[in-house]
């Protein structure tokens, strides 16, 4: 079942919450910036919210950090937002210093999408024109939510006139206890590699074993476990991932756990600061987000985002929870 709420009212416009039920998940989507806005799972204490969200559009604006957006059209980092296409030399958005970062100043996080829902299927969809955020050619997008037993499928389309960049993904902060730290959720990535990066957060263009860094996830451990040995920062890298099963994440208060699943090629682990959130699901949140390797069209080695001409692209993220 999928009910329709208004929710806000941003820049003149109403924003509208679909809320996905099945008896055994709720999830509510926004129809701007086709945004998470809550996963609440059926629990012995009752209904349990593990997503950080926001009451009013103004907070997810003013926290600057993604939270629960649909990210567009390329997430991560371009270096010097700047890339060459057919021998072709594009300027897009810079938001990050010189850097383009997940689809500049107004990328898809910020987009209101026309909302179709579709038996039981919510379809989220946006036409991004030629020279958006100085990114070539025309592209249709859509993003579908559908919910199966306890997993939500996040499903993306594009087509393009011409060719150009295309890589999506959901910047979900998750907190497997519902509030409070995640420090001491437990987090195994699938990958037994990383992109190191430089003082910019831009990929050297090598990949590394994580084996003896704090970034070995091979095995489940606690967030914090190793956080001291990054010198005082928090994660957000790169990790190479061995196949479609890119993570599980369990709460150790709740006992909730996540399994994330994707056909893209890495995934970006980013633990976001306390200081950040004041919205519904607590003290901070972690994210998982699928996604090509940052800087990938400027990187020879690394499989670029590229949609051709007419080319139906697709790619999926799947979160089954228990």
Do not use: W
């Not at 701007?32 to 009451?55: M, R």
């Amino acid at each position: 079942m999928i009910t329709k709420t208004l929710f806000d009212n941003y820049n003149g416009k109403e924003v509208y919450l679909y809320t996905l039920s099945n008896g055994e998940i709720k999830v509510g989507v926004l129809d701007f910036g086709a945004t998470l806005n809550f996963i609440k799972l059926n629990t012995a204490d009752g209904e349990k919210n593990i997503l950080v969200g926001y009451d009013c559009v103004q907070g997810y604006i003013n926290s600057n950090s993604y939270c629960g957006t649909t990210v567009g059209r390329v997430s991560n980092r371009i270096a010097g937002a700047s890339f060459t296409l057919n021998g072709k030399s594009y300027k897009v958005s810079a938001n990050e210093g010189e850097t383009c970062l997940h689809g500049g100043v107004e990328g898809f996080d910020k987009r209101f999408f026309h909302a179709e829902i579709i038996s039981d299927k919510l379809v989220l969809s946006l036409i991004s024109p030629d020279g958006d955020m100085g990114f070539p050619a025309e592209l249709k997008f859509r993003v579908e939510f559908t919910l199966n037993g306890s997993g939500l499928l996040i499903e993306y389309t594009a087509v393009s006139d011409g060719t150009t960049l295309f890589a999506p993904t959901c910047h979900a902060y998750f907190n497997m206890n519902g509030e409070g730290e995640v420090m001491g959720n437990l987090l195994q990535i699938n990958a037994d590699n990383y992109t190191p990066v430089d003082e910019k957060l831009i990929p050297l263009g090598t990949v590394e074993s994580v084996k003896g860094t704090p970034l070995d996830f091979t095995s489940p451990k606690r967030i914090g476990k190793d956080l001291k040995g990054l010198g005082g920062k928090t994660y957000d890298h790169n990790f190479c991932l061995n196949g479609n099963h890119v993570a599980t994440a369990k709460g150790e208060i709740s006992g909730i756990a996540m399994d994330v699943y994707s056909d893209m090629l890495g995934v970006q682990f980013y633990v976001g600061k306390p200081a950040t959130f004041n919205g519904k699901g607590g003290g901070c949140g972690f994210c998982l987000e699928p996604q090509f390797y940052p800087n990938a069209i400027n990187v020879d080695g690394f499989e670029s985002p590229v949609i051709n001409k007419d080319e139906n692209k697709k790619h999926y993220i799947k979160f089954i929870f228990s």
